[in-house]
């Protein structure tokens, strides 16, 4: 393409500052240590390498995360299940004290059945032995002279009747006698159904509060098995987000490894690019809608750089234009696959479809289609990344 109009005069110059300028950048590139070579590849390739790490690297600290709730609910929860088993135990003595309770009470109150049962015939006897002892007396003050008499004429001498009257006095304290050890008994049954009523309300008593602590241990036993099965229902979670993240990071181990693989492709690419040949600019036919096309990508790509930067990213382009390694057309290198970021994000459709490309995009699109190029024979550029050397313009490394 030969140079016409105010610029004309000055190609001769330009040209050979650009010879110096592709000698200088060539020089640099041979320069370049092992790390800096297997650092050239594109911006979006390098990018999507190092995001595809960092993912990586978040999800393996998420894994270790995940794996170290589990570790702790595991020990919650063996320490719950701890607590459950002493719980379990002191419900099974609660309940076991409970049984001897009601096993107690049972007892009790068969004792004092028997008792009553015993204190009715008690107070029966005492009953039929007053009503007796009552008649005796009644018969003998009612009847005292007439057994008086009796008792003399039946006598058959005065010791016979002293005899008889003996008798009487002994059956009358007999009498006496055993009424009140009728009514001791009664007594006394009395007492034993009251002191066998008061520890049966004692027992009672302990009933309802073993009741009341296996109510509460139950409740314990309850509350502590569910935090046991939220705590599993946790682990199983964990587990499955644990799964789930191990799963990621190998789909990111093998998305790596397929970009480590496109880097490798791109580095031999570069290589292949700077020992392979060169066209003149003289050789390139430019179609129509190139100068359009490729303003428009200097704007997505350089548009807050300095007019260096767009010259720059103009260039590069260009260069991969005159490289045999790359498409011989301007469309064929800026829409070849995942080269240009502004391609696959639809940056550059948008800046197409809306015309965004500034005079100053043009005045550089201009220049690199005219054969200019301010970084010599670099046919990559990107934002600048430690053991990434090359020529620096603005806020990208060319290289």
């Known amino acids: 393409m030969k140079i016409r109009g105010e610029r004309g005069k000055g190609y001769n110059l330009i040209k050979k500052g650009g010879i110096f300028l592709a000698a200088m950048c060539g020089a640099m590139l041979l320069g370049l ?20 790490k960092e993912k990586k690297k978040q999800s393996e600290n998420a894994l270790d995360d995940a794996k170290d709730d ?14 459950l088993n002493t719980l379990n135990n002191q419900l099974a ?56 008499i009796d008792m003399l004429l039946g006598a058959s001498s005065f010791a016979d009747f002293l005899n008889q009257n003996n008798y009487i006095e002994q059956l009358s304290a007999y009498d006496r006698k055993m009424f009140q050890q009728y009514i001791q008994t009664r ?5 034993k159904e009251a002191t066998l009523e008061e520890e049966k309300l004692q027992l009672e008593d302990y009933k309802v509060k073993a009741q009341a602590e296996q109510s509460r241990v139950s409740g314990l036993v309850t509350q502590t098995s569910g935090s046991i099965q939220q ?21 990111q181990e093998a998305d790596i490894k397929t970009l480590e693989a496109k880097l490798a492709e791109e580095i031999r690419l570069s290589k292949l690019a700077k020992a392979s040949a060169w066209r003149n600019i003289s050789e390139v036919t430019f ?39 790359y498409p011989d057309t301007v469309v064929g290198v800026i829409y070849q696959n995942k080269q240009f970021s502004p391609v696959a994000s639809g940056r550059l459709a948008l800046a197409l479809a809306e015309g965004k490309a500034t005079a100053a995009c043009y005045q550089a699109a201009d220049e690199a289609m005219s054969g200019y190029s301010n970084v010599g024979n670099c046919v990559y550029f990107r934002t600048p990344i430690p053991g990434l050397s090359g020529t620096a313009i603005g806020g990208h490394i060319f290289y």
Request: net charge negative; charged share 30%.
């Open 231 to 251: 705590y599993a229902n946790h682990i199983s979670d964990a587990e499955a987000k644990a799964q789930e993240l191990e799963n990621q990071i190998k789909a």
């Open 287 to 325: 179609a129509d809608g190139d100068r359009y096309l490729l303003a428009n990508l200097i704007y997505c790509e350089a548009g807050g750089e300095p007019y260096e930067g767009k010259v720059a990213v103009g260039a590069v382009v260009i260069n991969r234009v005159l490289s045999s390694v």
């Open 33 to 52: 240590s092992a790390t800096s070579v297997t650092s050239k590849a594109t911006e979006s390739t390098r990018k999507q390498l190092e995001e595809a």
């Open 70 to 83: 589990i570790a702790e609910m595991n020990e919650q929860k063996d320490s719950l299940q701890g607590e």
């Open 187 to 191: 007594h006394s049954i009395e007492d």
């Open 93 to 148: 003595q609660v309940s076991s004290n409970l049984e001897e309770l009601e096993e107690q009470i049972g007892d009790k109150e068969t004792e004092i059945e028997n008792t009553l049962a015993e204190l009715e015939v008690a107070k029966e006897t005492e009953e039929d032995q007053y009503a007796s002892m009552k008649k005796r007396v009644q018969f003998i003050y009612e009847k005292q002279n007439f057994v008086f």
